[in-house]
């Protein structure tokens, strides 16, 4: 279900009616700018000319053995879109200059006009924008994709703290881009639906449909500005109980048994197990990935057990975990420190071998 929704707010700025569609330098890299992209480049009224601006191949893996494309470079390639590629450091990036006919050679002397048509989009890009480069672009002509409620879930991981915190509703919004000093994901809203979070939501399903959403939101947004009708207006206070979407680290996914619920990590691994696996540690002190995780039902046959504790079960073929509340985590595979991902029934005839064991349990820290 979606609904669009605007603030309330006195202070509205609005459009006027523009004589040209835009020429659009679009900022992205990963599956999220590339589902935007899509609708974007669709809109073949809005736009007159479109390029990309991505991260450059990267060599990862062992001595460089793979070569990591940024999939909106492959996108744009096969769309016959001009693609530009950023310096891979941060630091060389702060000097990169945007191509021709963005570039503004009188850069230094701001109050320079810049052209009508040009307009900036970034949608999942992962890099700020240092405040000379926004100003190659006129207010309200520098646009970005956030997949939140904002002021909710500012910052680098909306989707997965919002699927962590167990949110029903989400949305995406249509923000002008501001100088970092001005904060992140603060600036003005052209544009913002709200959609239900499905119950087995997880980051690929809800990044998919939420930059869908998100693609059709900004080809509305940019046709209500070529007809004068656009407006922007600005986001509501943040409070102390605004959740913050921080970049997910390892610690995030590093459980505690003892203070969180079966649901708490069945939610977790749907929200980050694209990026991190979900792991605790052996009694030797080894990591333990934790995949394909469920809520199992009630085992009272097992007696009261105590957070942590681990025991394998013949009747759901999968490792039983005890957690915040009594509730017991599921676990169909698990793959210990240097070794490799094994069924739960394979994995656990492999640590009874260890007599690590204690009463048939395993506990794990």
Request: charged share 20%; hydrophobic share 40%.
């Amino acid at each position: 279900m979606r609904s669009q929704t605007f603030y309330n707010s006195v202070r509205v700025n609005l459009t006027r009616r523009r004589l040209k569609p835009f020429d659009i330098l679009f900022f992205g890299r990963d599956e999220f700018s590339c589902n935007v992209f899509k609708q974007l480049h669709d809109a073949r009224d809005v736009w007159q000319s479109i390029s990309i601006a991505t991260n450059p191949d990267v060599k990862t893996g062992r001595r460089g053995s793979h070569l990591s494309i940024s999939p909106l470079k492959l996108l744009g390639e096969s769309l016959e879109v001009p693609v530009h590629t950023i310096p891979r450091r941060k630091v060389d990036f702060r000097g990169w200059m945007p191509p021709p006919p963005f570039t503004n050679t009188n850069e230094a002397h701001v109050s320079v006009p810049v052209s009508e048509t040009h307009l900036l989009v970034t949608a999942s890009f992962g890099r700020i924008l240092r405040p000379s480069l926004l100003r190659l672009f006129l207010p309200g002509q520098r646009l970005n994709v956030h997949p939140s409620l904002l002021p909710a879930y500012r910052g680098p991981a909306p989707i997965q703290r919002a699927l962590m915190r167990g949110e029903n509703v989400t949305g995406v919004c249509v923000i002008d881009m501001m100088e970092k000093k001005e904060g992140i994901d603060a600036g003005s809203v052209w544009g913002c639906e709200r959609m239900v979070v499905p119950e087995s939501a997880t980051f690929p399903s809800m990044s998919v449909e939420l930059a869908r959403t998100g693609g059709d939101l900004l080809v509305t947004v940019l046709r209500d500005m070529l007809l004068g009708r656009a407006r922007s207006i600005p986001q509501p206070p943040v409070l102390s109980t605004t959740p913050h979407a921080s970049a997910i680290s390892a610690s995030d996914a590093q459980v505690d048994f003892t203070s969180q619920t079966a649901l708490d990590i069945v939610r977790l691994s749907r929200a980050i197990s694209h990026q991190r696996p979900i792991t605790t540690t052996m009694p030797d002190g080894r990591t333990l990935q934790l995949h394909h995780l469920t809520v199992s039902r009630s085992h009272d046959d097992l007696g009261p057990v105590e957070p942590g504790w681990a025991v394998y079960s013949p009747h759901t073929h999968t490792v039983l975990i005890n957690c915040a509340d009594r509730e017991w985590l599921s676990v169909l595979k698990l793959k210990t420190q240097d070794r490799a991902l094994l069924a739960a029934k394979e994995w656990w005839n492999g640590v009874k071998g260890l007599g690590l064991l204690h009463e048939g349990m395993l506990k794990l820290l």
